[in-house]
């Protein structure tokens, strides 16, 4: 039962654009969520995260927007740098749930230059 | 100040034999957590430790599988007679306290593979 889903396996975008990725949500007890950024062969990297106070976190290229009604948030890279490219994980997690984190299976960017 | 350090980065094994994985923390941190990542997967939730206590091990399978983590050294993920499906990247993270919000800090990872 996958409470965390990354539905795109893959994107690509032109360097200069917006990258999209998108996560959906099962679990209605989450109130965390968060990006992680992975390149081969090295562990996630922490990008960005959002409380689920609120709709939108903003920081740099990098912005988080949570629509708690449809159980559905997006990060937007803008602009997309070849840089960029690498998986990213989105994950959540609930209060009380000893700060374990539950994560999508992630999407790659390909960022072309 | 080095980040988390994990140690093998590669492990291979063969079926039956044992599998000692270590993660040493970020100086200061006294949380530990293990995560498994299985090909084509997302990373899966293993075991969440403080120091000398195991906080929870939901994500663990229930044979085969401990971690500690002693008042000193590393923290050691163990796999007892592994099988072919054992095979996959083990990531260990801390943090100095529960983090919610900056989700805490991961290593490199060992890529465990069983002949």
């Known amino acids: 039962d996958q409470q965390v889903k990354q539905n795109s396996p893959s994107l690509s975008v032109q360097e200069g654009r917006i990258s999209i990725l998108n996560c959906d949500y099962t679990?209605?007890?989450?109130?965390?969520f968060l990006w992680y950024k992975k390149y081969p062969a090295e562990g996630p990297t922490f990008l960005i995260s959002?409380?689920?106070?609120?709709d939108k976190n903003e920081d740099g290229r990098f912005t988080v927007f949570l629509n708690k009604s449809a159980k559905h948030l997006s990060l937007h890279i803008v602009p997309s740098q070849p840089g960029d490219s690498a998986v990213y994980f989105c994950a959540a997690s609930a209060q009380g749930g000893s700060e374990k984190l539950v994560f999508g299976k992630g999407t790659k960017l390909t960022v072309n230059p | 100040n080095a980040g988390v350090m994990q140690n093998p980065r590669h492990l291979v094994r063969r079926r039956g034999q044992e599998a000692r994985l270590r993660c040493s923390p970020m100086?200061?941190?006294?949380?530990v957590y293990w995560y498994r990542q299985l090909p084509e997967e997302g990373l899966k939730f293993m075991v969440y430790l403080q120091k000398e206590n195991i906080i929870d091990e939901s994500g663990m399978p229930k044979e085969r599988f401990s971690a500690e983590f002693p008042k000193e050294g590393p923290s050691i993920l163990r796999i007892q007679q592994v099988v072919r499906g054992d095979s996959a990247a083990y990531f260990c993270?801390?943090?100095?306290?529960?983090?919610?919000?900056?989700?805490?800090?991961f290593g490199s990872g060992t890529r465990l593979t069983v002949v």
């Open positions: 679990n209605s007890m989450f109130d965390y």
């Open positions: 959002i409380s689920s106070i609120k």
């Open positions: 993270a801390s943090s100095d306290s529960p983090q919610r919000a900056y989700g805490y800090t």
């Open positions: 100086k200061g941190h006294s949380h």
